[in-house]
């Protein structure tokens, strides 16, 4: 398709499992983000790609948040040990480009979101 | 983190009448966007408004920007049924490649 998708849409698993979520970005697109949203709270950023290379990480909460991408389009975010507290709905964007010049609009095109439950 | 605050946090409308919600933010921005929200859904991009424009109009919908209280608010004119959705305010910061996004006002709009 032409939008931005994500897999699997509905995740459960049990404390203490390893979990990943795909992103799979429009075409073209060399600027990817991952964003978790907590129910009733706007997106917080975790990552962002520019091609290949972790641009940013510092939205990461800790070590056993993970993210790859390996060449430049899928992306894979990956959960270790998974705890309660990291059920959310994982939101996956990818943007023609990324850039803090004023041309650079920053307009963002989502995915419809991995919801993930841990039991 | 998230930078920016929303008020109302919910609203409840008639079919007809306008819907205004507001939003703050932190820092100096290149420009500022909204996005609509379906339950269950994607965020879908709205309408973008840069730092050196005080008002934009797209459809039904209506931004401003004071960039000297660095507050933005959106008005949706006539609303429908299908308004009904969250609507998140994003600022995009002059030296930052990320959006922000604030934590959404829930509009409802009863038939």
């Known amino acids: 398709g032409a939008g931005v998708s994500q897999t699997p849409s509905n995740k459960v698993t049990e404390k203490g499992k390893y979990v990943e979520l795909r992103c799979d970005p429009i075409?073209?697109?060399?600027?990817l983000y991952w964003y978790r949203q907590s129910l009733g709270q706007g997106p917080e950023f975790l990552i962002y790609?520019?091609?290949?290379?972790?641009?940013?990480d510092s939205g990461l909460p800790n070590d056993r948040f993970f993210a790859v991408r390996p060449e430049g389009s899928v992306s894979t975010l990956k959960i270790q040990r998974t705890e309660r507290g990291d059920s959310a709905v994982y939101l996956c964007?990818?943007?023609?480009?990324?850039?803090?010049?004023?041309?650079?609009?920053?307009?963002?095109?989502f995915g419809e979101g991995s919801r993930l439950t841990v039991l | 983190s998230q930078q920016g605050e929303e008020d109302p946090q919910a609203l409840s409308i008639q079919e007809g009448e306008n819907a205004t919600m507001n939003c703050s933010y932190k820092t100096s921005i290149n420009n500022l966007q909204w996005y609509r929200q379906n339950s269950g859904r994607g965020l879908v991009h709205l309408i973008l408004i840069r730092s050196n424009e005080r008002e934009k109009h797209s459809g039904r919908l209506r931004v401003t920007l004071d960039t000297s209280k660095k507050s933005s608010s959106l008005l949706i004119t006539a609303s429908r049924a299908a308004d009904t959705a969250s609507y998140f305010c994003?600022?995009?910061?002059?030296?930052?490649?990320?959006?922000?996004f604030g934590a959404g006002t829930t509009v409802t709009v009863r038939a």
């Open positions: 994003a600022s995009k910061p002059s030296n930052d490649y990320k959006l922000s």
């Open positions: 790609f520019q091609g290949t290379g972790a641009a940013d």
């Open positions: 075409s073209g697109h060399t600027a």
């Open positions: 964007a990818s943007s023609l480009r990324a850039g803090t010049d004023v041309t650079n609009t920053g307009e963002l095109f």
